[in-house]
């Protein structure tokens, strides 16, 4: 597509600069993911997910599908999701009034869609009146949270294109012009990133001291949001070719070949990174995944159990060799055992959401829709982190220092944290168990000015500051501490999807120190 193709263009002339700057014998820049890094990744994995699952809906709602109402509520969440975002920024309040605004627009679209579905031009033209006025409320929301930096007028006209993309596409799928309604879903999802880098260059603008502007538009964050943003659509439009391909969907075809497109824009992503070369060895190979996840539709469908057999046998050849290629492409950062897992987790994901679709188990269908998409964004930034760690003139890494002379109050059972006076909203909250107090640890590691990765394949996080690391492990008892083990008192757990540690043993690894008051219901992080 044209505006991904853009960003691969300038990716690489800020490589090509970057290049000269090589200093012989530099050591490797520390792998960070830093707060700016993950809002701007995180609104466009939501904002892209928002626009897929909004044109999939409008279809199943006109084809009157049986999973509509299924679709409709992963639609739904990913707006709750979309607020909970919101309101980590600008309060509780304000994630409550974007979840009503944004909504709405929601609502108008199927509308528009119920009415095509009877022909009545009347309530047709009725929506997009709606929809313009949806636009207007929500511009405004954005330029009253952020004056300085977010202006009405760029708002509304982003949203036009936004909504123009998925009536163009509606349209387009109701007059069986199904090349041009993929090819405008396509640039519904592309469009979506666009704007969430332009939220989040305003809102780092706007917190200066939460998120690093210059970090948001580096080389290293545009590789992790590129390479999100490809595997992501990839593995949406994969889980749309399966369902159309089952169902006998006239759209089949066209289908399979916004796929393919994708495909061509993830090997042009590894061009940019490792050579023509590699990308044109990379191309088919990942095409054969795709080429055996549809040997196992057509075999579902024709009940033929012994095909169905042998492309699962297949996609287990394929991950061998797709871990061969990057183990080989990145041998110091890239291990093909635990390539091979992740991808196999991937087709796993895959496969489950259609038998699933195919026993019309749609309550399972779903959650797995989200699960594979996610999972997409968490194979990106492993893909990022190596790429960075191989090639660190080209994907420079700043490493933040701890702030001195900072406070860090947390409060149990409360989402509000307050840095120095400032305050923030987190998505979980701090806890007593057991006697110990808990912290969530991605809110505390940001608060003090350090860096998070986490580690899927192990579920653990590796917090680095100053030269130091600590890696904590869900269910461990103990921190891993520059290679010292340490022991935590109790074993790390969950609080909802976030990992939380005790205070004690995170300050210990920190060095700072925790001032428990009001009878341990306030929790304060002291900088040395």
């Known amino acids: 597509m044209k505006l991904l193709k853009t960003k691969l263009a300038l990716l690489l002339l800020c490589m090509a600069l970057m290049l000269p700057t090589l200093v012989a014998g530099a050591a490797p820049a520390s792998n960070s993911i830093t707060a700016a890094s993950d809002l701007r990744v995180g609104l466009g994995q939501l904002l892209g997910e928002h626009a897929l699952l909004a044109v999939l809906a409008m279809q199943k709602n006109y084809d009157k599908a049986v999973d509509f109402s299924d679709t409709a509520n992963l639609l739904s969440k990913n707006t709750d999701q979309l607020a909970a975002a919101i309101a980590s920024v600008y309060g509780p309040d304000a994630g409550v009034t974007f979840k009503s605004i944004w909504s709405s627009h929601i609502g108008y679209l199927i509308e528009y869609v119920n009415a095509a579905a009877i022909k009545d031009e009347a309530a047709r033209a009725a929506a997009v ?5 949806y636009r207007v409320k929500q511009a405004a ?42 090819t405008k879903a396509r640039m519904a999802y592309s469009h979506m990133y666009d704007t969430a880098d332009m939220l989040a260059i305003g809102i780092a603008t706007q917190y200066p001291d939460r998120f690093s502007n210059s970090s948001i538009q580096s080389t290293t964050v545009d590789l992790r949001g590129t390479l999100g943003q490809v595997l ?34 993830l090997a042009a992503t590894i061009a940019v990174v490792y050579g023509q070369g590699a ?52 041998p110091d950062f890239f291990l093909e055992a635990d390539i091979s897992k992740s991808l196999k987790e991937h087709i796993n994901f895959l496969l489950t959401v259609f038998d699933t679709y195919a026993k019309n188990d749609y309550s399972f269908t779903y959650p797995n ?53 400032h305050k923030l909203m987190m998505d979980v909250t701090p806890l007593r168990k057991e006697n110990y107090t808990y912290i969530p640890l991605r809110y505390a590691v940001d608060a003090v000015g350090a860096t998070l990765i986490w580690n899927e394949a192990d579920r653990s996080a590796t917090v680095a500051w100053n030269g ?35 205070v004690q043993i995170f300050a210990e690894v920190i060095g700072w120190t925790v001032d428990l008051a009001e009878e341990g219901k306030v929790i304060r992080l002291l900088a040395p």
């Open 129 to 133: 009146v709606k929809l313009d006025d």
């Open 141 to 182: 929301f954005f330029a009253v949270a952020n004056p300085d930096n977010f202006k009405a007028a760029a708002i509304e006209e982003g949203l036009n294109m936004h909504i123009g993309h998925l009536i163009d596409s509606f349209n387009a799928y109701v007059n069986k012009d199904y090349t041009d309604s993929y």
């Open 232 to 265: 992501g659509e990839h593995a949406l439009l994969a889980i749309v070719a399966m369902q159309k391909g089952i169902d006998g969907k006239p759209d089949f075809d066209q289908a399979v070949a916004a796929l393919g497109q994708n495909t061509d824009d």
């Open 279 to 330: 990308a044109d060895a990379f191309k088919p190979l990942w095409a054969s995944h795709i080429g055996y996840l549809l040997d196992y539709v057509k075999a579902t469908a024709a009940k033929d159990y012994l095909s169905a057999k042998k492309a699962m046998d297949n996609l287990d050849v394929y991950r061998e060799s797709q871990a061969q290629f990057f183990a080989k492409a990145n």
């Open 369 to 421: 829709v989200d699960m594979a998409y996610t999972h997409m964004f968490k194979t990106a930034d492993a893909l990022a982190i190596g790429i960075a760690a191989q090639l660190p003139a080209m994907f420079p890494q700043v490493q933040p220092p701890i702030v001195t002379n900072s406070v860090v109050t947390f409060t149990i059972n409360s989402t509000e944290l307050d840095v120095n006076g």
């Open 468 to 502: 130091n690391s600590a890696t904590f492990s869900l269910g461990s008892d103990f921190v891993i501490h520059n290679s010292t083990k340490k022991v935590a008192s109790a074993p790390l757990t969950l609080q909802g999807d976030r990992l939380v540690v005790p």
